[in-house]
């Protein structure tokens, strides 16, 4: 269910990105609760990109107010092949 993903997400986020300090603006985002998880559940690349966009929309809205960071996680999204996860990388790559 989506509390399970966001949950796991977050796991991973402590654990691996912070955990390694792959991002060095993670940590506080995360310290002042400024992380915004969206889950997207089903659709096409295209829905997805539609996510993205409205997500990077607000936070650009909100940037001006208090910061932050949004991931947005496709837990249904598992190309088949490398074409198809090129495609998909393309689609978000171009808009």
């Known amino acids: 269910d989506e509390y399970e993903i966001v949950q796991n997400t977050l796991d991973w986020l402590q654990g691996v990105v912070m955990g390694l300090n792959l991002c060095p603006f993670a ?3 995360y310290l002042q ?3 915004h998880i969206r889950v997207q559940r089903g659709g096409n690349p295209t829905d997805y990109l539609a996510v993205v966009l409205e997500e990077t929309w607000n936070l650009v809205l909100s940037k001006q107010k ?3 960071t949004t ?3 496709c837990p249904d999204l598992f190309p088949e092949d490398f074409v198809e996860f090129v495609g998909i990388h393309n689609v978000f790559q171009e808009g």
Request: proline share 8%; no cysteine; glycine share 16%.
């Open 33 to 35: 609760d400024q992380i």
């Open 66 to 68: 208090n910061g932050g």
């Open 27 to 29: 940590m506080p985002s």
């Open 71 to 73: 991931l947005v996680v």
